[in-house]
């Protein structure tokens, strides 16, 4: 025999699960929203530009935490959508576990790499100042 189901205001508790990572993913995706504007519109003003321009754009700290603060946001957003997919579609729960656990492996190096490379682009000495 199955125990009862248990309440907290008036909600069963299994119908709770996910609400926190639901709640991350809409505030991720609302915070993406105008950055990739920001990119969109950068990725154009800063198309065909030579070296020395897009290093001084990246030498601007604002630009360059911006870059950062995109990267780490997408990947947290692309994280919890491919666990989402994962866990609708991959039957075997010791199978997704390890499938979730890989994913997260590889968007946490992803972000991780996104961030080093951003640093270092800002970084860089510009030609001429």
């Known amino acids: 025999m199955s125990a009862a189901p248990k309440f907290k205001n008036n909600v069963k508790i299994s119908e709770r699960h996910g609400a926190g990572e639901w709640k991350i993913e809409k505030l991720a995706l609302a915070a993406l929203m105008p950055l990739s504007i920001w990119v969109a519109s950068t990725g154009f003003t800063l198309a065909g530009a030579d070296f020395a321009t897009v290093a001084a754009w990246f030498g601007n700290p604002l630009n360059a935490g911006l870059c950062a603060i995109t990267a780490v946001v997408f990947f947290l957003f692309a994280s919890l959508a491919w666990k989402v997919i994962i866990e609708d579609y991959v ?24 961030v080093f490379f951003i640093v270092r682009a800002a970084s860089l000495p510009i030609a001429g100042a």
């Open 91 to 114: 039957p075997a729960p010791s199978s997704r576990k390890a499938l979730i656990t890989v994913s997260n492996i590889v968007f946490v190096l992803l972000a991780a790499g996104s």
